[in-house]
């Protein structure tokens, strides 16, 4: 299998299984890589690679490579740029995810808050105007890391729900406009109404494989459930080792089963230096420890984007990378984990393609 | 009258791989006239400068002459004939 890994310094791909990897050259340097995306091309064996890229001085961009990496394609007007009329200019390129219903669709979500749509695999991307229009958007706030929509859910029917820090899950009939926020029964920790109707502090969500209604949250502070597509959340947080975090994976072909990466809140270190993931096999009614080979000493956390699961053969194949430089992978859906690559700059985003 | 824009080598692959360009403005054009004239040449060159809105990115300094345009009156900054105007990324980074 292929990984792509987007780090604060440079863009890697590795290849390879369990047994044996081997990673690239860098093949971008110089840049950051928030977002990374594997396109599958109609008729073409090799996935287009897509990535958000940023670099400090020339701002950012979405490349795409047709051939793992060794060139690139950028429009000379760039793949995603705000509207005049806009008055904004794109920041960070958060999260890019390719649309299993469309082929050639591709999804981005940009800070700052924003939505944005492409139809020719990643080239160019136009802004979706209804929620960047949206009576909400004076009142979201920027969460630690910026105003982005980082979390973008297509559902089988037309439907969509996102995910945005801070102003957490909103959802739309036809992936298009009228855009709702739903958040009931989320809870913050950060403002006087513990329930407010959005605001929330969302990390990432994850849509079951078999029941589109059933959505996984990680918030701020607390891991949720729903059952009814967003529009009400329960907590499933008892048995975990801690509430927060900012990884939710649902497995890709079967019901009611998802991983949480627990991460302690006051160190931003996995609870007692211990990597691991929490597995649910009855959709967070109980949690049990996942990832042997996983390190007991480890003093970095894992953020959103920088973990993807996949089904490979029929099985979950997972890969996640660490901020200081390492990333792992699974081919047993989870159960034991091999080293991919080590001392990288730290790891933003990671995706697997077969 | 001829101005020459100087680039940092990472922007030389969006100028044809020039580090300098060679514009002819009119007598009393200003720095926006300048980026304008090179963003119909090299569309993704003023791209990696000024943002959308038009303003120049955080970390990049345009010198106009020996004075950086923000210390002037930015885009509106004269650009005298023969002029050289210098791009360079600010000194932060680690």
Not at chain 1, 150 to 171: C, F, K, L, N, Q
Not at chain 1, 208 to 221: C, E, I, S, T
């Amino acid at each position: 299998m292929r990984i792509a890994i987007g780090t604060r310094k440079g863009l890697w791909t590795a290849q390879g299984g369990p047994d044996h990897w081997q990673i690239s050259q860098p093949l971008r340097q110089m840049a950051e890589f928030a977002s990374v995306a594997w396109v599958p091309m109609t008729g073409i064996d090799t996935p287009r690679l897509v990535v958000g890229a940023r670099s400090w001085f020339w701002g950012p961009s979405i490349l795409t490579s047709d051939d793992d990496g060794r060139t690139w394609s950028e429009p000379e007007q760039g793949a995603v740029a705000f509207p005049e009329d806009t008055g904004a200019s794109v920041e960070r390129i958060w999260t890019i995810t390719p649309d299993p219903r469309v082929p050639g669709r591709v999804w981005a979500g940009v800070e700052p808050h924003s939505l944005w749509r492409s139809d020719d695999s990643g080239s160019t991307f136009e802004l979706n105007r209804a929620l960047w229009n949206h009576p909400h958007r004076a009142e979201w706030q920027p969460g630690a890391g910026g105003p982005a929509v980082h979390t973008i859910v297509p559902r089988p029917d037309e439907g969509m729900v996102i995910a945005m820090s801070t102003g957490g899950v909103y959802r739309s009939p036809d992936s298009q406009a009228d855009w709702s926020p739903a958040n009931s029964g989320i809870k913050v920790d950060f403002g006087p109404d513990p329930y407010p109707a959005f605001g929330q502090c969302v990390h990432r969500i994850a849509m079951d494989a078999v029941d589109p209604d059933r959505l996984y949250a990680q918030n701020h502070g607390g891991v949720f459930r729903s059952e009814n597509g967003g529009r009400s959340w329960e907590p499933i947080t008892a048995g975990l080792p801690g509430d927060f975090g900012f990884v939710v994976l649902a497995h890709p072909t079967r019901t009611r089963v998802a991983w949480v990466v627990p991460i302690d809140p006051s160190t931003m270190f996995p609870p007692e230096g211990r990597l691991r993931l929490w597995r649910t096999d009855d959709a967070g009614q109980t949690w049990r420890e996942a990832g042997r080979g996983l390190p007991d000493e480890h003093y970095a956390s894992v953020i959103r984007d920088a973990a993807h699961v996949i089904d490979l053969d029929g099985t979950a194949a997972i890969a996640f990378g660490t901020r200081n430089g390492s990333v792992y992978a699974s081919v047993d859906e989870g159960e034991t984990f091999s080293e991919v690559a080590t001392r990288l700059p730290d790891v933003l985003s990671v995706r697997i393609s077969a | 009258m001829p101005v020459t824009l100087q680039l940092p080598q990472a922007l030389a692959p969006d100028a044809g791989g020039n580090r300098t360009v060679v514009i002819e403005l009119e007598q009393g054009s200003s720095l926006g006239d300048l980026l304008q004239q090179v963003r119909h040449r090299h569309p993704a060159l003023v791209r990696r400068i000024c943002d959308e809105t038009g303003e120049i990115r955080r970390f990049v300094n345009v010198y106009v002459g020996d004075a950086e345009s923000r210390t002037m009156q930015g885009m509106r900054t004269p650009v005298p004939s023969d002029a050289v105007v210098m791009v360079v990324g600010s000194v932060a980074g680690g």
